[in-house]
């Protein structure tokens, strides 16, 4: 059994830590890879996030790179925010690259954030790119805010602007109902707009509530002129 075997040394020794690397890149199950892989992650020792890395970048089993996707982010290692966003941008496996975009999206600080609006801005894949969307929508800062609304505006791809606009409507301790409502006054997609105006009632803000009541009373005046 691995895990006795790993439990029978001190879990933050070098020792520990090297067995538990060595179960994660080399054992035959994937199960037991995947376990080892978080096992890792709850470890403070020196070198994991380089374990993580490897496994990250180059794993043959999906689930067992997401496992160490996942679990980087969450390491704060230095190099971990910098190969999370190459992995995002350039990794072939759209499924690896959206978990290399939401492990982001869980990392503090303005290295991650920098490393989303690449991801934004030279992702190929669409899915990957709306994940960004998510990923900005759980850091629910003043910044993130701001690059949603400019995304829900300005992208050239729909689907993406309907994504920032619905993380918008998800984020709960900022304003958003002015950004929400500059995007119904200014788009030109219906989508988009239908979004917004979801995501504004989804907000459960008074200003909100007022703002769809008046709207909706001016589009029935509209309608029966």
């Not at 969450?74 to 999370?84: H, P, Y």
Request: one cysteine or more; a negative charge; glycine letters at 6%.
């Amino acid at each position: 059994d691995w895990s006795s075997d790993v439990c029978s040394s001190d879990l933050e020794s070098p020792e520990a830590t090297k067995k538990l690397s060595a179960i994660a890149l080399n054992d035959k199950s994937s199960k037991v890879r995947k376990d080892a892989v978080y096992a890792l992650g709850n470890m403070e020792s020196p070198g994991i996030a380089t374990t993580l890395e490897q496994i990250a970048r180059s794993n043959a089993d999906e689930d067992v790179r997401k496992a160490a996707v996942y679990t980087l982010g969450s390491t704060g290692a230095g190099t971990a925010v910098s190969v999370l966003g190459e992995i995002a941008r350039s990794e072939a496996d759209v499924e690896i690259a959206k978990a290399a975009t939401y492990s982001l999206g869980s990392s503090a600080g303005a290295p991650a954030s920098k490393e989303l609006k690449r991801v934004l801005s030279e992702a190929k894949a669409p899915e990957v790119r709306e994940a960004a969307m998510h990923s900005f929508g759980n850091r629910a800062d003043a910044e993130a805010v701001s690059v949603l609304k400019e995304v829900a505006l300005t992208d050239r791809d729909p689907e993406v602007g309907k994504a920032a606009t619905y993380a918008l409507g998800n984020i709960s301790d900022l304003d958003v109902v002015t950004p929400l409502k500059e995007i119904i006054a200014k788009t030109a997609n219906p989508k988009i707009k239908e979004a917004a105006i979801y995501s504004l009632g989804n907000t459960g803000k008074d200003e909100a509530k007022q703002f769809l009541i008046t709207t909706a009373a001016t589009s029935s005046d509209e309608k029966d002129r």
